[in-house]
């Protein structure tokens, strides 16, 4: 499975740089998908919400489909301009790969955590709290660490290379990324119609070193365009 998410470094500069590219790709890939699924037969969606109706919380707890999130999130500084009407401030995040915003007052997500920071990628809304452990959030949510150091310390303490403290003391960040999918649903395409689509909304939670001492818990909002044999385009 291929994340098009991305907050941050992974475990390694190895691990990231192809990160990087799948990000840009995606960006790049983001305006297509929007306008090819405008032409998808849709059943009873956000989409026909107003994107001004929809509330931040809302994206951020999971609570859209695809078609609706990918309109409230290309009415935030397009057309519409949402985040000039709702008071929003950008912030100078110093993460080149999300854009971040500061709100007038602060939102509860995951039924306590309070923020008045958010923050959006490629394909994600995500709060951002004052949470040094993902962990602690992560457990409720039953989100795992796909990022998880721990196999490969133990390894490594088993096979005599180095002592866990030493391991330890060589890690200066502890990388969480995970996802938990909520919704996974393909439509074929309709008898002489030439798309079909699959979309995919997942919790996620993460952190990235541009924002120390941070978790980043939101959802992301995944499209995939297939052609009339299902293979995506």
Aim: hydrophobic share 45%; net charge negative.
């Amino acid at each position: 499975m291929v994340w098009y998410q991305v907050t941050g470094e992974c475990s390694s500069e190895a691990l990231f740089k192809p990160a990087i590219a799948v990000m840009v790709q995606a960006m790049l890939h983001s305006l297509t998908l929007f306008a090819l699924s405008v032409a998808l037969p849709l059943q009873a969606s956000d989409a026909d919400s107003e994107p001004a109706q929809i509330r931040e919380v809302d994206a951020i707890e999971c609570r859209l489909d695809v078609p609706g999130y990918m309109q409230f999130a290309m009415a935030i500084s397009g057309e519409e301009d949402l985040a000039k009407a709702r008071r929003w401030k950008k912030i100078d995040s110093g993460n080149p790969f999300m854009n971040e915003y500061e709100l007038p007052a602060p939102i509860v997500v995951a039924s306590s955590y309070s923020t008045k920071r958010i923050a959006f990628t490629a394909d994600a809304i995500l709060a951002i709290l004052d949470l040094a452990d993902p962990g602690v959030i992560a457990r409720d949510a039953q989100v795992e660490n796909a990022m998880d150091p721990e196999p490969m310390i133990a390894e490594m303490v088993r096979s005599g290379k180095a002592t866990r403290a030493e391991i330890e003391a060589e890690i200066k960040f502890r990388k969480f990324l995970g996802e938990r999918i909520l919704a996974d649903v393909t439509t074929p395409a309709a008898k002489g119609e030439s798309f079909g689509s699959r979309t995919v909304v997942a919790r996620s939670i993460s952190n990235v070193t541009t924002h120390p001492g941070k978790t980043f818990y939101g959802c992301a909002y995944r499209m995939e365009v297939l052609d009339e044999k299902g293979v995506p385009l």
